[in-house]
């Protein structure tokens, strides 16, 4: 008689991690083409030096980087390890994400704001820049799975208008009286998405990690000679970083600090 076993739960995360590294494929061409304003659905993936489409077997995740190794099959070009990084690291947010939500809505909301901040990280890394594409898109995302997980709709909104209002402001007296941009105006838009996804709580939470750690290694690239503030790695990582943590360990973080009060 055969019965019908319930699939194991290594199963859904094997197929989490497939198709989280399926997902971060996507990812790249995003990164790649967002910044140079061109179409990420339209051509199909080719090799940025000699422009030859790339077949099939090229754009398997992780694998395709490993077994060309590093280079293009015609013309040697270089590819860059951000590839296998970004595909690599958003095969292992699905598998963490499935394995501690489940299928709930709040699932559905990490993975959304998972994918953008990571978009975000590498595009503000190497052009400093925060595409208006991902983050507009991403206050309203984040807004409208407030309806149906945490943190709900009120503490939200609260969310987008602080952690907007809070970075515009520093970056409108910054360029007041240095009369350039130390901060520029994605800042404000990326905290504003954050603030959609996690509430105003825990956008405070990811301020502070932000600015302490971008304040601990500026200071210590600083002291290391290896450039000025100005040259310091662009704010927009930092806040991507504070707030995976704020996303995470962030409830745990503010319990054990208001415990001082
Ligand atoms: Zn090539």
New binding site residues.
């Given amino acids: 008689m055969i019965e019908t076993l319930p699939l194991p739960p290594l199963f859904g995360l094997i197929a989490a991690g497939a198709f989280g590294a399926v997902v971060g494929s996507f990812l790249n061409v995003c990164i790649h083409r967002l910044p140079i304003g061109s179409s990420i659905v339209w051509p199909s993936s080719a090799?940025p030096?000699?422009t030859?489409e790339l077949s099939w077997y090229e754009n398997i995740p992780v694998f395709s980087f490993l077994v060309l190794r590093a280079r293009?099959r015609?013309?040697q070009?270089p590819i860059s390890i951000r590839y296998p990084v970004v595909e690599a690291l958003t095969s292992a947010l699905f598998v963490l994400a499935w394995w501690y939500l489940g299928p709930e809505p709040l699932l559905a909301s990490r993975l959304v704001f998972g994918c953008a901040l990571i978009v975000l990280f590498a595009v503000d890394l190497e052009h400093h820049l925060l595409p208006n594409a991902i983050t507009l898109p991403g206050i309203v995302a984040g807004f409208a799975f407030s309806f149906f997980t945490e943190p709900g709709w009120m503490a939200s909104l609260i969310g987008i208008l602080a952690g907007g209002g809070v970075l515009y402001v520093v970056a409108a007296a910054y360029y007041r009286v240095r009369h350039e941009e130390g901060l520029g105006m994605g800042d404000p838009k990326m905290l504003a998405m954050i603030g959609a996804f996690l509430g105003w709580k825990l956008t405070l939470v990811t301020l502070m990690l932000a600015s302490l750690t971008g304040s601990v290694i500026g200071l210590a690239m600083i002291a290391a000679g290896r450039g000025s503030m100005k040259y310091a790695l662009p704010f927009g990582c930092f806040l991507a970083v504070g707030a995976a943590a704020a996303a995470t360990v962030g409830p745990a973080l503010l319990d054990w600090y208001l415990r001082f009060f």
């Fill in positions: 090799c030096h000699c030859r293009c015609t013309c070009g």
